[in-house]
């Protein structure tokens, strides 16, 4: 079997997110349809911030938003594809009388702009225009007038200009001079989107804790001032403690930048974590007593990962996997290595560089014992191969194995995998109490490249 390298992380497309919400891979078609409830007994205007630690799939969450809003929205076109995939998710939702028009703002992609609002209504433009409005509908033109107003209040690039004509069909109307009129137009927007689209917008700005701080700042301050229409919802989708940290930075020591967030929010959403495995690949991991899949599981559970996170070592794990059935001399030696040692070591990798290459560079033959016996897998595998080792016999509670035991095996261990002194004494007594093992490469657990077997 050969593992291929690839990224497995896969972009939000809508593809993706239709197989992903029909399977239900994350397990948050019931957090989708909460939200949606919840929107639907809002009264606005109001804004919510739907916070998770960065790498916790908040993008793919929002997106998955906009699909099924748009699913319920019988004013959209829309195909039967879709339909079937969201099945699962709208047939729970018929108590949802009101029609949504949702709108996705990546505020990271745009925060190169001078002036965040303006940004965000040129983007909107375009979102308007592959909705397939006709442009008769008050609503283009209503866009149309938004960005001009934004355009007179800020410098953006000429290409908005080019995008209004698109949407309206007809030359920039004189601009306006200042800010009430720009949130005038926007009123009328929400007014006139109601006609035939939608009873109210939901405008979902995500990604805002990755931006500049005075990009991320201006955009909140703009947005709370300008959305304020009982037809709007606004959405902010973002790591409320790493966009707090990064406005303390802006402000200065001792400014409350937590209490500061907090105020551009009417209610905050707590998004759930979720079994980053199953998301990766859409299935649980295998229930399996393998050791190797024991101490992956465990591994797993103990380190709190973010989609994200697995993303980045899921690749090396299902190699390892493959790498335990790579035949070679059977020895207990072996069994530890790929079974206990080279999961561990992902993990060490991944956590601490400094770590990983002290044990990979022969300076602490110690320490990948210590770090291992934090695991009851790693101690309950490590404690019966040590007592066949040492007695020929299985472990049990009357076996004389001690930590110590367990530590020296660990060790030599190391000493033979990691020592750049291929003929000293250190080398010769540690083979002699845990023999030579044939069948080991000693690269794969400097490096964790693992051999391609066909």
């Not at 759930?272 to 024991?294: F, I, S």
């Not at 561990?344 to 560089?353: M, N, Q, S």
Request: hydrophobic residues 40%; aromatic residues 8%.
């Amino acid at each position: 079997m050969t593992v291929k390298t690839r990224r497995i992380e896969q972009v939000p497309t809508k593809e993706v997110i239709l197989e992903s919400i029909a399977q239900n891979n994350a397990d948050r078609n019931d957090d989708l349809i909460d939200l949606i409830k919840l929107l639907d007994s809002i009264e606005g205007p109001y804004s919510l911030l739907l916070d998770a630690a960065w790498g916790d799939g908040k993008t793919f969450f929002v997106k998955s938003l906009v699909e099924v809003l748009r699913a319920l929205n019988k004013n959209n076109n829309r195909d039967p594809e879709t339909l079937s995939a969201l099945k699962g998710v709208t047939d729970k939702l018929n108590d949802v009388k009101t029609p949504y028009l949702p709108f996705y703002f990546n505020a990271w992609e745009n925060d190169f702009a001078e002036d965040p609002i303006s940004a965000l209504f040129a983007n909107l433009a375009v979102t308007f225009n592959e909705t397939g409005l006709t442009k008769e509908h008050p609503a283009r033109k209503c866009i149309a007038s938004i960005i001009d107003a934004s355009l007179s209040v800020a410098n953006l690039p000429p290409v908005a200009s080019e995008l209004t004509k698109m949407i309206a069909g007809e030359s920039l109307i004189a601009a306006y001079e200042k800010h009430l009129q720009l949130r005038e137009r926007i009123d009328e927007l929400a007014e006139k989107s109601k006609l035939e689209i939608a009873d109210k917008l939901v405008i979902i700005i995500d990604e805002l804790d990755r931006c500049r701080p005075d990009f991320a700042v201006r955009l909140l301050e703009q947005t709370k001032a300008l959305f304020q229409n009982e037809n709007i919802i606004v959405i902010i989708s973002a790591d409320s403690l790493q966009l707090a940290h990064a406005i303390g930075g802006l402000y200065g020591p001792g400014f409350d930048s937590q209490h500061f967030v907090e105020r551009f929010f009417d209610q905050r959403l707590t998004l759930p974590p979720v079994d980053v495995y199953k998301v990766a690949t859409g299935k649980p991991l295998q229930d399996t007593m393998h050791n190797y899949d024991l101490m992956t599981q465990e591994l797993l559970n103990t380190h709190n990962l973010t989609i994200r996170d697995y993303f980045r070592i899921h690749s090396k794990l299902e190699a390892g996997r493959v790498y335990c059935d790579v035949p070679d001399d059977g020895s207990l030696f072996s069994t530890v290595a790929k079974c206990l040692l080279v999961p561990t070591l992902i993990f060490i990798e991944r956590d601490d560089t400094e770590l990983f290459r002290s044990i990979t560079h022969g300076i602490d033959y110690d320490a990948l014992y210590e770090y291992g016996s934090r695991y009851t897998t790693f101690n309950n595998c490590l404690r019966q191969i040590v007592a066949l080792a040492k007695t020929g016999q299985r472990w049990t509670e009357d076996s004389e194995i001690s930590e110590e035991d367990c530590r020296q095996y660990v060790h030599d261990m190391c000493v033979w995998l990691y020592s750049s002194k291929r003929n000293s004494q250190e080398l010769f007594e540690a083979h002699s109490r845990i023999g030579s093992p044939m069948g080991i490469n000693r690269s794969v657990f400097t490096a964790l490249r693992f051999p391609k077997e066909n």
